[in-house]
């Protein structure tokens, strides 16, 4: 594997000094744990609401020589074995793999904890959390820029944020072919965020609705007409 075919790319734009934090911590860690696999910073337009399917659309555009994505939130950890075999078998199957079958929402004492660490340091499977899901298709996504641009990329109409995640593992498995989980876990580092509140997004049930179609897209051909048309 050449690993300078790889980028990460992160959906990001400025908001409080404690997510700024939080991916100053989390961007030092991928530099010092995978300091070949280059990272791009997307955003979506100036003056409007941040969306985060343009944001990643725009950080994969920017990694124009990548060969292979890691599609990775600003606020989340993966576990460094796991995602290494993710990015092997996602270059040899040419498939998109998720590096993690659960995904924890930590404590704010257990972010605080990880925070004072060193961003190098090795990090136990947590043993308190939020939440714990077992079928979360975000937070750190796999797969061969053929496939991201196949499906178009992630779908802009989803604004601002919701289904937009789900959306995009549904056009690839729909499109494309299903996808690849590897046993392990992710860390989403606890933070406040008024903006991620589903009733303070203004088009929450827009996206749920658009959602839906994907949902219901029984053939290819189904797909496509809803990614496409």
Known sequence: MNVGEVAVLFPWRQSTPERQTLFDWVGKRWRTIFPKILPFVGDSRPGEPFNRSAAR????NLAEDA?????????TIPQTDVLISAIFD?????RCVLPYTTYYNLTERD????????????????????HKLE????????LPRR???????????????????????HSIEGI???????PGYVQHLYHDAPEAIREGNPFYAANRDLYRQYQNAVTKDDMMRVRFE
């Not at 996602?90 to 040419?94: G, P, R, V, Y």
């Not at 925070?115 to 308190?128: Q, W």
């Not at 499906?151 to 789900?166: C, H, K, L, S």
């Open 57 to 60: 659309n725009q950080a994969a």
């Open 67 to 75: 060969t292979t994505y890691i599609l990775a939130d600003a606020d």
């Open 90 to 94: 996602s270059i040899a199957e040419q």
């Open 111 to 130: 972010t605080k904890r990880i925070l004072r660490r060193r961003p190098d340091t090795a990090l136990p499977e947590p043993t308190r959390w939020i």
């Open 135 to 142: 079928d979360s298709v975000s937070g750190i996504v796999v």
């Open 147 to 169: 496939i991201f641009h196949m499906v178009g990329g992630f779908d802009e109409r989803f604004q601002m944020w919701g289904f937009e995640d789900r959306a995009f593992i």
């Open 176 to 182: 494309h072919g299903p996808i690849h989980r590897l």
